[in-house]
Every structure is written in structure tokens, then in C-alpha cells.
């Protein structure tokens, strides 16, 4: 019998630890390839996708309850890079509210704040979780046509770029998974809302999450402004959903 050399005992270290992975790799379904992909059971070869399919997941939900060839509103969208944006936009539809949303994960993370955001650190704004918009929303403004989902007029009421400042244990946790988490902590750099902000959920209403809104504490705080009153117009065209609605039924006439 001949005896181990060196090089026999590397290949059997080795051999027995490439065994050990395929088994291990197995368990979790699949064998994993020296190039990052896995390959399946099936013989094909999956890999993490990010980009487009992800996207399209996370847009489902807002593509089922609209139809494309009946309402203007966008239905893709594709990072722009630079800072993430953030935008407000007044919706008065069945009842007025204002949509607030974050650029993250490529989607637009969006919540519904029916008296808009409060300027006050005492104030807490009641805002509801909603599904997840493309990114090309966060330029739409026009009018959705009746009987279709959120049917009325929108207006971009501010926009502008955000920080995120969420953290957890001394790490920065991504926008997404923040709000997975259910706090996530930004500064706004917009033309009507600007400094340090905050969304905390707080509970449910069914299968709806129900969030609370907060401006912090800082040197943009100001009770006495109330923005949402004193400034209705669009930061993109200088219109007010007045407008837009005028507008509209002087073009059926």
C-alpha cells in the first residue's frame, strides 16, 4: 500500500470538502457552481436577480388595480442614480390625502397621509402603507379617469432628494429593509419639506399597516408653518388639483 504524500492528502482534504459542500448545497436544493450561480434540481442554473424581475414583483399589487390603456399613469421606471428622490403628491380623490414616497429598492415605497405632513414635532400624522409605485410616478401629475382605482386629480405638492438615517446596533439600515422593520429615519432636502423626519409603524387596520409621520426636532422644526395650508400649488407646473380639475372638464366640454 502506498503511503500519503502531501499532495494525496490535499486532494482528499480537498475532495471530501467539495463533497461536503455538494451535500450541504443539496439539502438547501440545489448545487452550488464555483461561479456564484446554483444549479437546480431540474438541471438549470438559478441565480440572484435584483433588477427588473424584483422590480416587477413589487410592482404587482399597483399594475392590478390599474388599467394601462384607460389612465395616463406610469406603469415602469428606471433608476435614475444619485441620491434617492422623494416626492408628495397631493391626490384629491374620493377623499384628499397626501401620498408620501420614498425611492428604494427600485420602487417608489409610498403611505397616505390624509392631512399631509406637519411642520410641529408634536404633531404625529396618520399615514397608511400602500402598495409600492414605479418610479416614473414620482414625475406624474394629471388627472385619473373616473372609474378607474384612485380616480381624480394629482399634483407633485413637493420633491426633492432624502438621506436615509436609519440605524440599528451602529449599522445603516437600507430604506427597505427599514420599513420592513417598521421605523425608517431620513432627512428631506425638498422646497417645501426639508430636515429630519421619521415613519413608525404603529399597528393594523385589517390587512392594511398603519404608520405615524414625525418631523424631528431639529433647526427646520417650525409650528407656526403649516405648509399644506399656505402652499397648495405643484413645485412642477404651479398648479393646484383646482387647476387640473378645471382643466379637465373644460377639455370634455
Known amino acids: 500500500m502506498a503511503a ?23 439539502k438547501n436544493g440545489g448545487t452550488r457552481r464555483e461561479d456564484g450561480g446554483t444549479r437546480g434540481k431540474g438541471g438549470g442554473t438559478r ?12 410592482l404587482t399589487t399597483y399594475r392590478s388595480k390599474r388599467h394601462a390603456d384607460r389612465t395616463s399613469e406610469p406603469m415602469g421606471g428606471e433608476p435614475r442614480g444619485g441620491a434617492p428622490r422623494f416626492v408628495v403628491q397631493k391626490h384629491s380623490a374620493t377623499s ?6 420614498l425611492e428604494a429598492d427600485d420602487v417608489l ?24 409605485h414605479p418610479l416614473d410616478y414620482a414625475d406624474f401629475e394629471g388627472v385619473i379617469p ?13 420633491a426633492g432628494h432624502y438621506e436615509n438615517r436609519t440605524e440599528h446596533r451602529g449599522r445603516t439600515v437600507p430604506v427597505a429593509e427599514a420599513v420592513e422593520r417598521g421605523h425608517v429615519s431620513f432627512r428631506l432636502e425638498g422646497e417645501k419639506l ?19 409621520l414625525v418631523k424631528k426636532p431639529d433647526e427646520t422644526a417650525d409650528a407656526r408653518r403649516n405648509p399644506v395650508g399656505s402652499q397648495p400649488a405643484s413645485v412642477r407646473s404651479g398648479r393646484t388639483t383646482e387647476d387640473l380639475a378645471r382643466e379637465n372638464e373644460n377639455g370634455r366640454d
Open 146 to 158: 373616473r372609474g378607474e382605482y384612485g380616480a381624480g386629480t394629482v399634483i407633485v405638492w413637493d
Open 4 to 26: 500519503k504524500t502531501p499532495e494525496n492528502s490535499r486532494s482528499s482534504t480537498g475532495d471530501r470538502s467539495r463533497i461536503q459542500m455538494r451535500v450541504t448545497d443539496r
Open 109 to 132: 415605497i409610498s403611505w397616505a397621509v390624509p392631512k399631509g405632513p406637519a411642520m410641529d414635532p408634536r404633531e404625529k400624522r396618520l399615514a397608511m402603507r400602500t402598495e409600492d
Open 96 to 101: 384628499l390625502h397626501y401620498d408620501f414616497r
Open 47 to 58: 441565480r440572484k436577480d435584483k433588477g427588473k424581475h424584483n422590480r416587477d414583483d413589487r
Open 194 to 212: 426639508r430636515g429630519g423626519w421619521a415613519l413608525t409603524r404603529t399597528g393594523r387596520d385589517g390587512d392594511k399597516e398603519r404608520w405615524i
